[in-house]
């Protein structure tokens, strides 16, 4: 399974991005999927996640009412659309997939495919 993000970049504080994460399988009806970043110098964060039907989402208490996660299972493809991104919000997007949903609490641990990584850069 390999797992492709896209749509990362340099954007002004206040501004929008959004990312997208392909993957090269139909994992996106069986599996958790979610993003976690991680910034220079800090570990890994929680971001997002999205159980395989789509019905429950996890935020992390930083982009909660900023970020919205989706999934589209016909396409294989997630999103994560970022608002009022602030300077903090800098760091690399990772998409990641999990056999079990990965929180309560949040564990990214349990994330068993990764991603490259997009960069995302608020100035």
């Known amino acids: 399974v390999q797992l492709v993000e896209s749509g990362g970049g340099s954007v002004r504080a206040g501004g929008s991005l959004r990312l997208s994460c392909a993957s090269t399988?139909?994992?996106?009806?069986?599996?958790?999927m979610g993003w976690v970043r991680q910034a220079p110098g800090k570990e890994r964060e929680g971001v997002a996640a999205i159980s395989p039907a789509g019905g429950s989402k996890y935020y992390g208490p930083s982009v909660k009412d900023r970020f919205t996660i989706a999934l589209d299972n016909k396409q294989s493809i997630l999103t994560l659309q970022m608002w009022n991104l602030k300077p903090d919000d800098t760091a690399i997007y990772f998409c990641?997939?999990?056999?079990?949903?990965?929180?309560?609490?949040?564990?990214?641990?349990?994330?068993?495919?990764w991603g490259q990584g997009t960069q995302v850069t608020v100035s």
């Open positions: 990641a997939s999990a056999p079990t949903s990965v929180w309560p609490p949040f564990d990214q641990k349990r994330f068993l495919y």
């Open positions: 399988g139909s994992i996106y009806g069986t599996l958790c």
